[in-house]
C-alpha cells in the first residue's frame, strides 16, 4: 500500500492472479458528492449545464439538486469530447475523484472509465464496448511512451514531473500570456508552455481564457515543470467541438534582399533577374516613341505637299 497525491494506492506484483470479476452496482448520486465517496464507483443523472473541451481532455458540470457535479474525460478514457452536448440529459457512471493538491477547483469530479460509462438522453445508446463487455478503456497510443521514443503521451499537468524528458500533449484554459510562455490550467494545476522561436506572434493572437492544446517535450522552467513544444505547430486553440485551429504559422527565415541576390548573381556570370524585363520595356517604349515621330514626320510631309499644288492652281 502507498499514497499518490494523499490518496492511497495498492501497488500490484509482477504476477497478478485474477480471483474473478463481476459487475459493479454504482452508488446513485441526488447531489454533488462529498469526500467521503472518494473512489467509490457512483452514478449521476441531470442535464449537462457546461462542457469544456480542453484538447485530449475536457470537463463538464451536470446539474442536480443543490448544484453542479463536475464530470472529468480523462484522454485515456478513449470518450469523446462530443460525447455530452449541453442542455441535453445525460447519465455519467464514473469513479468519484478527489482533486490534486495543486487543483484549482476543490470538488471531487467522478471520471467516466470508457465510452459505455455515458448515456446521452433517454433514447441514447452507449458509446461502445470492449470485447470484454465492460467498454474500452483507451489507453491511448502514449500510454508506453518513454523519452527519445517519439511517441507522445497525454497527461494531466498535475502530472508532468513524473515524465522529464517525455513528449508529452497537454490541454487547458489560458490562466496568462506573455511572448516568452503560456500559463495554462486543466483544473489539476498550472504549468506553462514555452513558446518556441518561431511562433513569437503567438501572444498577440491570445487571450485569457482561450482552450489551448500543446506538444512538447517535458522541461524544468526554473522550479516548476513547463512544456516546450518544438514549433509553433505544436500549439493549437481548441474550438467548441473539440478540432484544433493552429494560432500562428511558424515564421518564415529571412529572405535574401533583392539587391544583393543580383549581385551575386552577376559575380556568378549570369544576368540579374529583373534585368531583362526591364530591358524589354527600355526597347518597346523606344520602338513606340520612334513610330509615332515617323507618324508625326509623315503627316507634315503630307501637308506641304498639299500646301504646293493648292499654290500651283
Excluded at 442535464?47 to 439538486?65: H, K, M, P
Excluded at 504559422?249 to 552577376?266: F, G, I, K, Y
Amino acid at each position: 500500500m502507498g499514497t499518490y497525491y494523499g490518496s492511497p494506492q495498492l501497488a500490484i506484483g509482477e504476477r497478478p492472479t485474477a480471483l474473478g470479476s463481476g459487475p459493479a452496482a454504482p452508488h446513485g448520486l441526488t447531489a454533488a458528492p462529498g469526500p467521503e465517496l472518494a473512489w467509490r464507483l457512483v452514478r449521476v443523472t441531470g442535464r449537462v449545464a457546461s462542457v469544456r473541451r480542453l484538447g485530449t481532455t475536457w470537463r463538464a458540470e451536470i446539474a442536480v439538486a443543490g448544484g453542479e457535479v463536475p464530470i472529468y474525460g480523462a484522454a485515456r478514457s478513449g470518450i469523446p469530447s462530443t460525447a455530452l452536448v449541453e442542455g441535453r440529459v445525460a447519465s455519467v457512471i464514473g469513479v468519484v475523484r478527489p482533486p490534486y493538491p495543486t487543483a484549482t477547483d476543490r470538488r471531487p469530479a467522478i471520471a467516466p472509465r470508457f465510452p459505455a460509462d455515458v448515456s446521452l438522453g433517454a433514447a441514447a445508446q452507449p458509446a461502445g464496448r470492449g470485447p470484454d463487455g465492460q467498454g474500452s478503456h483507451g489507453a491511448g497510443p502514449g500510454h508506453a511512451a518513454v523519452p527519445g521514443s517519439g511517441a507522445v503521451l497525454d497527461v494531466e499537468l498535475a502530472e508532468l514531473g513524473e515524465h522529464p524528458g517525455v513528449l508529452v500533449r497537454v490541454g487547458g484554459i489560458a490562466a496568462s500570456v506573455s511572448p516568452e510562455r503560456v500559463v495554462i490550467d486543466d483544473g489539476t494545476a498550472a504549468a506553462a508552455i514555452l513558446v518556441p522561436p518561431d511562433a513569437t506572434g503567438m501572444a498577440g493572437d491570445l487571450r485569457v481564457g482561450d482552450p489551448l492544446n500543446a506538444t512538447g517535450t517535458v522541461t524544468r522552467d526554473g522550479e516548476a515543470w513547463a512544456v516546450a513544444p518544438r514549433s509553433a505547430l505544436d500549439i493549437a486553440r481548441v474550438g467548441r467541438l473539440g478540432e484544433l485551429a493552429p494560432l500562428v504559422q511558424p515564421t518564415p527565415l529571412p529572405t535574401e534582399r533583392a539587391d544583393v541576390a543580383a549581385e551575386r548573381l552577376r559575380s556568378d556570370g549570369g544576368w540579374p533577374l529583373g534585368v531583362l524585363p526591364t530591358a524589354l520595356a527600355l526597347i518597346g517604349t523606344a520602338l513606340t516613341v520612334a513610330l509615332r515621330r515617323k507618324a508625326a514626320l509623315a503627316f507634315a510631309h503630307r501637308l506641304v505637299l498639299l500646301g504646293k499644288a493648292r499654290l500651283r492652281r
